[in-house]
């Protein structure tokens, strides 16, 4: 039987610029090969050739998306036993730590042909700046989004009763946990489920959460504690030894959208406005969190004048986002046009060795 295959982000685009968690997956690989190339669309296909190559014999994989492109692949894990193979040039430089140990690096570099680059160098270096320049604005929209949000979330925070998420948070402790604790220390890993891309904001909750038994779909306005009770519920499986996935926020990557408790099948998500979700299968239940607001009418329209500023903010982000993958998409192109095929096919097959 095949394996089963997640899927997530493997890098967010957020109000803190391009964050990753690939150090935390070097860190815990037994066997992690790091593909060293020039901006290509090439090694996206390598990867997901390694990724059913694993899947046809059993293993369950995960697929870590390029926001870039629809179909892109970046990485694959392979948690049991430990193997990652990843991109490390684009568009986060990865670096081995353990050399001659867990660590291997294959470069492509050598895989082109450079009389052919040549002739494409001034359109490589024009389209590589105009790049930079439209990544320097998306990532500078983003960061002004992320400040509006933070007013949002304080215009909202005025009219919260907060001693109803506290209660929440204990009733859900107990209902979840109730006397159980596991004679062990629990695994935590960290995760993107989605960010923005070239269509919007897209995740991967569905895939993410499919064989979960019971998903708890929060409802709250932004600034109301629901990355509080997430993390609250998060530690708490900590403490009692219970493995815990935690996913982070593509806006805010300090701020929790997602908790996965493997062992109770059981996952609480942030399922408002911009990843909003509604119950749609057994198991599925609403914790509504935005009935514990009071009504305020001067609040809510000041938080109603900042979110409308925070939606353009993040319309600007997505428009210079589409201007720099099309230069991305462009240099890709043209380095890919250069590649000679023998040389690439000796790295490919040095990559398979290591499967």
Known sequence: MNGKVTSFMGTAYTGDGIVHKYGELLGKASKAVLLKAPPTGALSNLLREIGAHYTKRGRDIEL????LTADGVDAVYIPKPGFLFAQASHPVPL???HIGGPHRVVTFYDAYDEDRLRLQNGFIRETA???D???????AAMKEAKE???KWEKANQSRMS???ADALADSLKKTLFGDMTLNKPAAVSNRFIGTLTLDGARD?????TKDLRRRLLIKAHPGTGKSTLMRAIGKEAERRGFDIMYGWC?????SIDLVIIPELSVCLFDATNPHEYNPEREGDEIIDMAGMCREDPEAEKKAGVIADAYRSRILDGRAWMNSYAETVHAVRARMDSAIDPEKWAANVARVKEQL
Request: a negative charge.
């Open 129 to 131: 700046e105009k790049g």
């Open 204 to 208: 991967f909750f569905p895939d993410v």
């Open 250 to 254: 593509a806006l805010d990557p300090g």
């Open 162 to 164: 907060w001693e109803l």
């Open 133 to 139: 320049r439209a990544l320097g604005k998306t990532l």
């Open 64 to 67: 870590f998306h390029d926001p």
């Open 148 to 150: 509006l949000h933070d």
């Open 95 to 97: 670096e081995p730590a």
